[in-house]
T-cell receptor, first 114, second 110 residues
Framework: GAGVSQTPSNKVTEKGKYVELRCDPI?????LYWYRQSLGQGPEFLIY????????DSGLPNDRFFAVRPEGSVSTLKIQRTERGDSAVYLC????????????FGPGTRLTVL | GEDVEQSLFLSVREGDSSVINCTYT??????LYWYKQEPGAGLQLLTY?????DMKQDQRLTVLLNKKDKHLSLRIADTQTGDSAIYFC??????????FGTGTSLTVIP
């Protein structure tokens, strides 16, 4: 596709449920990033993939959060036992590796945990 | 982690210049960026500067970097109402980690 796409655009779930958020990066981009943006804040880094492997997952807040990128393209962010504090916009970005690593962002998934 | 600070709000009149400021703590930054976020839209990269540069100009945008003071600024010349948005500075460090500021909400008054 022309840009980074994310599905769903909105997700409402109940506390304790499991959710999956999908990111489809720009074709050919080897690097993929997940961020979380809370209201009135800047994006907060969660995890970074280089190809299929997680090169840096230091931003994941706890073990309820997990992400995969099995074929080096699409990535899924998985959140178990959701809590109200997980409510935020989850952003995905992709880039070609090297140099400025110019990141192209998707529109985000707004997650609301009731 | 990195601390990246921005003032929350800026208001300017149409046609004036806007200057948005950003301070950071990590001296190992390699690239520094400015992003624009409009309501309901994703982050759009405006420009970036390599850490060994002091200034970069791109049409109406001028980026200034003072590495000694760890200060980055974005100047928008002839600000238009379409420039109203939230502006984020961001930086990449040598560990390939990205940190974003809290964002500055720019309001352009017609």
């Amino acid at each position: 596709g022309a840009g980074v796409s994310q599905t769903p655009s909105n997700k409402v779930t109940e506390k304790g449920k499991y959710v999956e958020l999908r990111c489809d990066p720009i074709s050919g981009h080897t690097a993929l990033y997940w961020y979380r943006q809370s209201l009135g804040q800047g994006p907060e880094f969660l995890i970074y993939f280089q190809g299929t492997g997680a090169a840096d997952d230091s931003g994941l807040p706890n073990d309820r959060f997990f992400a995969v990128r099995p074929e080096g393209s699409v990535s899924t962010l998985k959140i178990q036992r959701t809590e109200r504090g997980d409510s935020a916009v989850y952003l995905c970005a992709s880039s070609l590796t090297g140099g400025p690593d110019t990141q192209y962002f998707g529109p985000g998934t707004r997650l609301t945990v009731l | 982690g990195e601390d990246v600070e921005q003032s929350l709000f800026l208001s300017v009149r149409e046609g004036d210049s806007s200057v948005i400021n950003c301070t950071y703590t990590d001296s190992s930054s390699t690239y520094l960026y400015w992003y624009k976020q409009e309501p309901g839209a994703g982050l759009q990269l405006l420009t970036y500067i390599f850490s060994n540069m002091d200034m970069k100009q791109d049409q109406r945008l001028t980026v200034l970097l003072n590495k000694k003071d760890k200060h980055l600024s974005l100047r928008i010349a002839d600000t238009q109402t379409g420039d109203s948005a939230i502006y984020f500075c961001a930086l990449k460090n040598t560990g390939n980690q990205f940190y974003f500021g809290t964002g500055t909400s720019l309001t352009v008054i017609p």
